[in-house]
């Protein structure tokens, strides 16, 4: 069993920014970060793979959303910048044996998420 736990997550205003992290028990090849909106199915917002150090983002926050991680540590971070209203959603660390991912079925684990609030 992989136990994750998140921080930073906040009420902010539009324009501003967060710094989510994650830590995780278990050493792995991937992480993600997802998110749900109320009333919305989760969605992928970035997932980094160890192998390499490759990253992989939704559109919707490509240029403004930067995942990055410590395997050594089994943590991931997600900077965000330039928040949007839209961007409202509680955030959930994910973790996965397999190569990076969007698919959040694959993902094993998840954390208890983190609710992010951004105000217009």
């Known amino acids: 069993q992989v136990q994750l736990v998140e921080s930073g997550g906040g009420l902010v205003q539009a324009g501003s920014s967060l710094r989510l992290s994650c830590t995780a028990s278990?050493?792995?090849?991937?992480m993600a970060w997802f998110r749900q909106a109320p009333g919305k199915e989760r969605e992928f917002v970035g997932a980094i793979g160890w192998r390499g150090g490759s990253t992989y983002y939704a559109d919707s926050v490509k240029g403004r959303f930067t995942i990055s991680g410590d395997n050594a540590k089994n943590t991931v971070d997600l900077q965000m910048n330039s928040l949007k209203p839209e961007d409202t959603a509680v955030y959930y660390c994910a973790w996965t044996r397999r190569l990076l991912t969007i698919t959040s079925r694959l993902y094993d684990y998840w954390g208890q998420g983190t609710q992010v609030t951004v105000s217009s």
């Open positions: 278990g050493r792995t090849l991937s």
